[in-house]
């Protein structure tokens, strides 16, 4: 019975693993302030499956095969996300977390398995600061979000048939 309840505290205090980072315009990122340091990140997501150098004081934090938090001086400048994993150097990465993927989200509609057509009408009261047939920016309280797109049938000539289209990756740029 002892061990039981030793496992129990131990998995309790462990970091859970989120299914989602939901942020939140102008205050919260995976429910953390956006002047949030790594360490505090690292708590909540628990360990980085990878780390990339990316120029001086910018670090790549790679949690499972999808999702990517660029740190530059302990503080989040952008996220990546993206719906599957297809860059050759995430097979080195040690295990990943593709069985429980964390997807970036904003506030609480998720886009990832919506057509191009449901995200438009959901985040209709941000328009488009650019566009084109498969990829668009808005921008929420100075934040860049960047949604791409791709063909759910695989055939990219069905431009305009907006409902075949699902996101396939989004970049969060957040200001400085």
């Known amino acids: 019975m002892s061990r039981l309840l030793a496992l129990l505290l131990i998995a309790l205090s462990s ?3 989120a299914q989602d980072c939901p942020y939140v ?3 919260s990122l995976c429910g ?3 002047d949030a340091g790594r360490a505090r990140f690292e708590a909540l ?3 980085p499956d990878g780390e990339l150098r990316m120029g001086p004081g910018r ?3 790679l949690f ?3 999702f990517l938090l660029v740190m530059g001086n302990d503080r989040v400048e952008q ?3 993206w719906s599957r994993s297809n860059l050759d150097f995430l097979d080195q990465v040690r295990n990943g977390r593709q069985d429980n993927p964390l997807h970036l989200t904003l506030g609480d509609f998720n886009p990832w398995s919506r057509s191009r057509q449901q995200v438009g009408l959901a985040l209709q009261s941000q328009p488009p600061v650019a566009a084109d047939e498969f990829s668009e920016l808005r921008v929420f309280d100075g ?3 960047y949604i791409e797109y791709a063909s759910v049938s695989g055939d990219p000539r069905e431009l305009g048939e907006w409902s075949r289209f699902q996101v396939e990756q989004i970049r969060l740029t957040l200001k400085p």
């Open 143 to 145: 934040a860049q979000f």
């Open 25 to 27: 315009p102008g205050k």
């Open 32 to 34: 953390l302030p956006l």
């Open 45 to 47: 997501l628990g360990e």
């Open 64 to 66: 499972g095969h999808n």
């Open 15 to 17: 970091p859970a693993l």
């Open 79 to 81: 996220v990546h996300s």
């Open 59 to 61: 670090t790549g934090l």
